[in-house]
């Protein structure tokens, strides 16, 4: 299949993007750069073992979607483009809105009249909100806590609402839990822009001596160990996901089709911070810090309908994805070199 993934310079879209390929489609690249790197293609080249077409193309303008939709022959879209800081989506919540519904509604209008049939989209568990009972199963009801969560929320309406109106469309609703880890090279992993949010990429930059210490926030839930529990799983393993579920959209009789990617089983905080520091090698400084607002106490995945009708699980360990971390991260502590 030839296959548009928007977003594919970006962490989870440059790891699924080789294993589109790997796996035999031909995966078109467009990005508009604004949250990750060109260096990041010609790495990208070299693990595909050819060159990868691309373009710089922002995917919310709408005519210039078209003219590369139109052109492009697709078979299906994977959909990753999108802006994905919750913090910043409280500071900024028009953007969030504009980038990542915008974004939506130009491909599936591109889709729609072009004749492109799939979709996969990039959904995430903070779809559930924050009363959600642990393991998250996919019939649970929707809601969020903020503008991020809602774009999320909304643009799987978008999707669901699209496929009532075209029958023969399909759509895969990927709910992510917490994606780390690297490709095993050590050339391509998560590259934020900023201080990084999430767990995984702050423990990489405190490993690799970017910042003093980890902060964990809050050792007082009702956990075994008191701190927030999450169900990592390997950006790898995620990568085929999209592709299993693909190769889904091609025989299902579904329109809308709703998966969980999580391994279904929670870590803490304070495993993590172990689990890594066995990986670099050293006792890595923590100091218990308040809670965050607006974080849960658990969040894991039942990823039982993702095994059944995908033939998916994530198997890779914990102390895998902290040692593929550490590989990328410390082969490059600043990220990807900066565009010329
Ligand atoms: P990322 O920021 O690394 O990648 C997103 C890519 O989209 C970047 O390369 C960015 O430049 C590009 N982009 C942004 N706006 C664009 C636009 N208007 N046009 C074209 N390209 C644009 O993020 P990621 O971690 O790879 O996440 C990919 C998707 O998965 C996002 O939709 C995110 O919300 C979702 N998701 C991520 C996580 C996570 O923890 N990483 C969890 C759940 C869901
Ligand atoms: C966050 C987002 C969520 C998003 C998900 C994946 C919030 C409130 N939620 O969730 O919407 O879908 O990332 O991108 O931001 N932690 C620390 N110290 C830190 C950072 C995190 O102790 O410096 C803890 C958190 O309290 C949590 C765990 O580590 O218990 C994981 O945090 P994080 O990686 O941010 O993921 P989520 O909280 O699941």
């Not at 594919?8 to 790197?37: M, N, P, W």
């Not at 902060?215 to 160990?225: A, I, N």
Request: proline share 6%; with cysteine.
């Amino acid at each position: 299949m030839r296959i548009l993934v928007s977003g594919g310079a970006g962490y989870i879209g440059s790891h699924t993007t080789l294993q589109l390929i790997a796996a035999g489609h031909e995966a078109v690249i467009v990005d508009d750069f604004s949250r990750s790197k060109r260096s990041v293609i010609p790495r990208l080249d070299a693990l595909a073992g050819a060159p990868i077409e691309w373009y710089a193309v922002d995917v919310t303008d709408r005519d210039a979607t078209e003219s590369l939709v139109a052109g492009g022959s697709f078979e299906a879209v994977i959909h990753f483009a999108g802006l994905k800081a919750v913090g910043e989506s409280v500071e900024q919540p028009l953007d969030y809105y504009r980038v990542n519904l915008g974004s939506t509604l130009s491909l599936l209008a591109a889709m729609g009249r072009h004749g492109v049939r799939k979709i996969v989209f990039s959904s995430s568990a903070t779809v559930y909100g924050e009363n959600a009972a642990v393991p998250m199963e996919e019939d649970f009801p929707t809601s969020a806590t903020n503008p991020y969560g809602w774009t999320k929320v909304m643009q799987e309406q978008i999707l669901r609402d699209a496929a009532v109106a075209d029958p023969s469309l399909r759509v895969a609703l990927l709910r992510y839990f917490n994606p780390v880890g690297a490709h095993a090279s050590g050339t391509i992993g998560e590259d934020p822009s900023g201080i990084p949010n999430n767990l995984m990429p702050l423990i990489a930059q405190v490993a690799v001596g970017r910042r003093e210490k980890v902060m964990v926030f809050g050792d007082d839930y009702p956990t075994p160990d008191g701190t927030g529990r999450r169900d990592y799983l390997h950006v790898e393993d995620l990568a085929a996901g999209h592709v299993a579920a693909l190769d889904r959209l091609g025989t299902t009789a579904d329109p809308v089709s709703t998966w969980n990617l999580g391994t279904g089983t929670p870590t803490s905080v304070r495993e993590m911070v172990d689990a890594f520091s066995r990986a670099c090698g050293r006792a890595l400084p923590f100091e218990i810090a308040p809670r965050r607002p607006g974080d849960i106490a658990e969040s894991y995945a039942d990823p039982s309908r993702a095994e059944t009708e995908l033939g998916w699980t994530a198997d890779r360990t914990i102390d895998q994805m902290c040692e593929d971390t550490w590989r990328w991260q410390s082969q490059n502590p600043e990220g990807y070199p900066d565009d010329e």
